[in-house]
């Protein structure tokens, strides 16, 4: 039966999605409920790497600290070929990026599942009931009703919620249950995916230093130093081959050819098809898709579940505008217009990555390690033995973004550096300004009565890393010139940061910050009407 009682958001599924976006709803204080099929964390790992937004993300729902004890450094991602030649390489390394972080983060997945758990139900309004599943949705005008089913006894019960966000992974009974369709993107291979631990150093054990793609036409094979006493291997089935595979006498027989496999314990072996898929649509009226449920690709380069949490980060503020009555219905829309095109771009190259190491014919492998050897053929440009950066991500290209003609930041993630408040207090931005809209000023400025009231409406929070009289505007020192010298770069005057962190727009020259924050409650107005 249905309970008196209606959530603002029911999150379907705890997996990193679900539980990155109870946090994140919780934080801004909604009423929020998460029902989780499993009635405990998935023990094992799937993925092993998570990115500097990501790890922004995560230090915006303050838990960034506590995430940290549970990653490991990682300098390089390496393609070789069967002979042991670098076909292409990838520098990582522990600089700090504009992210205020590094770039790229190895990592155990269930103690940051534990942490992100422990976050979201920290928050007062946040419930979560685990062994409980998603059996049936009805959407009415006003809300949606969820049928549940205890894992315990079978038993069943209701209840309701103004939003429902599916964030229950590839086989997604929301996206089931309110139709929505995927697209295929052709990419689907099964790979016997090997977990380990060992007590001695993974340099002892002969185990590469940095994640390997090992390009062999006769075993495709990736090969992961995980961190601490965790290893991965990846080896792509053959024709012929299936889930015998995971028999502890072959995989020992895979490993072997690799370590002594009895300076190992093996902790699982499960066979899984690297999928390429996107969700048409990712809303149907109330209830939203994301994560897995909304989107998959093989894991190459290390992007699904950075792809789930990038899409609760642009979901829940706008959940959050519609909820508090800031913006209409039609800001959901976005959601996907924004997202779509950045994690099929993502997924492409996982794909392109995907298909340089999936090659298992012989003639083909080795014209395509001729074509890369000689410096032609990798992905952004890492080809034939030179280092480079992993290949950068896309900003996001349309939704609620400036109008057009756009500044060349507007889309991409706003910088994130240290800067000093005037208690003396020094740390990264947005620990110090925390979460919402934040206009960057360079020197704030006098604003038009209708500028200052949206900004006051829209819950925008203004700094100024100049001189200011208006008590509104938060002064802040930028110790490292980090500010300084990135507006000069952009010829910027002022920064228009949405609550995801990406940039929405640029004030510079005869675009002021009157134009841009009309501009930003007007996109605002045109959303919600599309919707
Ligand atoms: C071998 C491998 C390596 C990977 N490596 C990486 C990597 O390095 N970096 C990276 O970013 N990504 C990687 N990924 C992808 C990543 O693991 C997934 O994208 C991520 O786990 C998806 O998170 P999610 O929360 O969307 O879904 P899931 O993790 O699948 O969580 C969904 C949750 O919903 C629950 N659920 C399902 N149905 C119901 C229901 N009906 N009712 C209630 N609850 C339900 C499930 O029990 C589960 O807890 C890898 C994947 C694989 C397989």
């Given at each position: 039966?249905?309970?008196?009682?209606i959530?603002d958001?029911?999150?379907?599924?705890?997996?990193?999605?679900?539980?990155?976006?109870?946090?994140?709803l919780?934080?801004?204080?909604?009423?929020?409920?998460?029902?989780?099929?499993a009635?405990?964390?998935?023990?094992?790992?799937?993925?092993?790497?998570?990115?500097?937004?990501?790890?922004?993300?995560?230090?915006?729902?303050?838990?960034?600290?506590?995430?940290?004890?549970?990653?490991?450094?990682?300098?390089?991602?390496?393609?070789?070929?069967a002979?042991?030649?670098?076909?292409m390489?990838?520098?990582?390394g522990e600089?700090?990026?504009?992210?205020?972080?590094?770039?790229?983060?190895?990592?155990h997945?269930?103690?940051?599942?534990a942490?992100?758990?422990?976050?979201?139900?920290?928050?007062r309004?946040?419930?979560?009931?685990?062994?409980?599943?998603?059996?049936?949705?009805?959407?009415e005008?006003?809300?949606?009703?969820?049928?549940?089913?205890?894992?315990?006894?079978?038993?069943?019960?209701?209840?309701?919620?103004?939003?429902?966000?599916?964030?229950?992974?590839?086989?997604?009974?929301?996206?089931?249950?309110?139709?929505?369709?995927?697209?295929?993107?052709e990419?689907?291979?099964?790979?016997?995916?090997?977990?380990?631990?060992?007590?001695?150093p993974?340099?002892?054990?002969g185990?590469p230093r940095?994640?390997l793609?090992?390009?062999?036409?006769?075993?495709?094979?990736?090969?992961?130093p995980?961190?601490?006493?965790?290893?991965?291997?990846?080896?792509m089935?053959?024709?012929?081959?299936?889930?015998?595979m995971?028999?502890?006498?072959?995989?020992?027989?895979l490993?072997?050819?690799?370590?002594?496999p009895?300076?190992?314990?093996?902790?699982?072996?499960?066979v899984y098809?690297?999928?390429?898929?996107?969700?048409?649509r990712w809303?149907?009226?109330?209830?939203?898709?994301?994560?897995?449920?909304?989107?998959?690709?093989?894991?190459?380069?290390?992007?699904g579940?950075?792809?789930?949490?990038?899409?609760?980060?642009?979901?829940?503020?706008?959940?959050?505008?519609?909820?508090?009555?800031?913006?209409?219905?039609?800001?959901?829309?976005?959601?996907?217009?924004?997202?779509?095109?950045?994690?099929?771009?993502?997924?492409?190259?996982?794909?392109?990555?995907?298909?340089?190491?999936?090659?298992?014919?012989?003639?083909i492998?080795?014209?395509?390690?001729?074509?890369?050897?000689?410096?032609?053929g990798?992905?952004?440009?890492?080809?034939?033995g030179?280092?480079a950066?992993?290949?950068?991500?896309?900003?996001?290209?349309?939704?609620?973004?400036?109008?057009?003609?756009?500044?060349?930041l507007?889309?991409?993630?706003?910088?994130?550096?240290?800067?000093?408040d005037?208690?003396?207090?020094?740390?990264?931005?947005?620990?110090?300004?925390?979460?919402?809209?934040?206009?960057?000023?360079?020197?704030?400025?006098?604003?038009?009565d209708?500028?200052?009231?949206?900004?006051?409406?829209l819950?925008?929070?203004?700094?100024?890393f100049?001189?200011?009289?208006?008590?509104?505007v938060?002064?802040?020192?930028?110790?490292t010139?980090?500010?300084?010298?990135?507006?000069?770069?952009?010829?910027?005057?002022?920064?228009?940061v949405?609550?995801?962190?990406?940039?929405?727009?640029?004030?510079?020259?005869?675009?002021?910050?009157?134009?841009?924050?009309?501009?930003?409650?007007?996109?605002?107005?045109?959303e919600?009407?599309?919707?």
């Amino acid at each position: 039966m249905a309970s008196g009682e209606i959530f603002d958001v029911v999150v379907v599924g705890f997996g990193p999605t679900g539980a990155t976006l109870a946090n994140l709803l919780g934080r801004d204080g909604h009423r929020t409920l998460v029902v989780e099929r499993a009635p405990q964390i998935y023990t094992l790992p799937r993925a092993v790497h998570f990115d500097h937004e990501v790890m922004r993300i995560f230090q915006s729902i303050r838990l960034a600290e506590r995430i940290l004890p549970h990653t490991g450094p990682v300098e390089g991602y390496e393609f070789k070929n069967a002979e042991g030649k670098l076909l292409m390489g990838f520098e990582l390394g522990e600089t700090l990026t504009s992210q205020g972080w590094q770039a790229d983060y190895m990592f155990h997945q269930p103690s940051l599942e534990a942490v992100l758990r422990e976050g979201a139900t920290a928050h007062r309004k946040v419930e979560v009931q685990l062994g409980q599943e998603l059996v049936r949705l009805e959407q009415e005008l006003d809300g949606v009703t969820l049928g549940l089913r205890s894992a315990e006894d079978g038993r069943q019960t209701s209840v309701r919620a103004r939003f429902v966000v599916g964030c229950d992974g590839a086989s997604s009974a929301t996206r089931e249950q309110v139709g929505l369709e995927t697209e295929d993107l052709e990419f689907d291979e099964p790979w016997l995916v090997v977990d380990a631990t060992t007590s001695r150093p993974v340099e002892e054990l002969g185990f590469p230093r940095v994640p390997l793609q090992h390009c062999d036409p006769r075993r495709p094979t990736t090969a992961i130093p995980v961190m601490g006493p965790y290893l991965r291997w990846e080896f792509m089935l053959l024709p012929g081959e299936g889930p015998e595979m995971q028999e502890p006498a072959r995989v020992r027989a895979l490993v072997s050819e690799w370590v002594d496999p009895d300076a190992i314990e093996i902790i699982r072996s499960a066979v899984y098809r690297f999928h390429a898929l996107i969700g048409r649509r990712w809303r149907a009226g109330r209830v939203l898709i994301a994560g897995d449920a909304a989107h998959q690709m093989p894991p190459f380069l290390g992007q699904g579940m950075c792809a789930g949490i990038r899409d609760a980060d642009n979901l829940a503020w706008k959940l959050g505008m519609v909820l508090d009555g800031r913006a209409g219905e039609g800001l959901l829309d976005s959601y996907q217009r924004e997202r779509g095109p950045h994690v099929r771009s993502v997924i492409g190259i996982a794909v392109e990555m995907g298909r340089i190491i999936c090659t298992q014919d012989p003639e083909i492998a080795k014209a395509r390690d001729a074509q890369m050897l000689s410096g032609a053929g990798g992905v952004a440009g890492a080809s034939g033995g030179t280092p480079a950066s992993m290949p950068a991500l896309p900003g996001l290209s349309e939704g609620l973004l400036e109008p057009a003609p756009r500044h060349p930041l507007t889309g991409e993630l706003a910088l994130q550096a240290t800067v000093r408040d005037g208690q003396g207090r020094e740390g990264l931005l947005d620990d110090l300004a925390g979460p919402g809209f934040t206009l960057l000023w360079r020197e704030a400025t006098s604003l038009s009565d209708r500028a200052r009231a949206t900004l006051e409406r829209l819950h925008v929070r203004q700094i100024t890393f100049g001189s200011t009289v208006d008590p509104k505007v938060l002064r802040l020192d930028d110790p490292t010139h980090a500010y300084g010298a990135w507006l000069d770069r952009h010829g910027a005057d002022a920064v228009l940061v949405r609550p995801d962190h990406a940039v929405f727009g640029v004030a510079s020259g005869a675009r002021d910050v009157d134009f841009l924050v009309n501009a930003l409650a007007s996109g605002l107005a045109a959303e919600a009407d599309a919707g």
